[in-house]
Nanobody, 117 residues
Framework: QVQLVESGGGLVQPGGSLRLSCAAS????????MSWVRQAPGKGPEWVSV???????RYADSVKGRFTISRDNAKNTLYLQMTSLKPEDTALYYC???????????WGQGTQVTVSS
């Protein structure tokens, strides 16, 4: 059973930084693409970033140059380092197994990121 548990969200001022973590279990983490997806209030889910088993990464244009996705296969953990945060980055952030916007049953429970002064 896929289990994904995000942590690290919070309230941060514009221009600030946060690092999200996602602890994975129940599947061979090192063999899977992993993504970050976010959802702002009243909006649909938005794909943020993906990392493949070999460590290659891609980013949405809206976060390119500000966010960095990484993984530690020894710890079965996915990360998202977020810098230069903007109010429009405010959303519930989910890690997900797979690419693009994977099926909802492959998402974690989410961690809230709020960017506000």
């Amino acid at each position: 059973q896929v289990q994904l548990v995000e942590s690290g969200g919070g309230l941060v001022q514009p221009g600030g930084s946060l690092r999200l973590s996602c602890a994975a279990s129940g599947f061979p983490f090192s063999s899977h693409y992993m993504s970050w997806v976010r959802q702002a209030p009243g909006k649909g889910p938005e794909w943020v970033s993906v990392i493949n088993p070999g460590g290659s990464t891609r980013y949405a244009d809206s976060v390119k140059g500000r966010f960095t996705i990484s993984r530690d296969n020894a710890k079965n953990t996915l990360y998202l380092q977020m810098t230069s945060l903007k109010p429009e980055d405010t959303a519930l952030y989910y890690c997900a197994r797979g690419q693009a916007i994977p099926p909802r049953n492959y998402w974690g429970q989410g961690t809230q990121v709020t960017v506000s002064s």
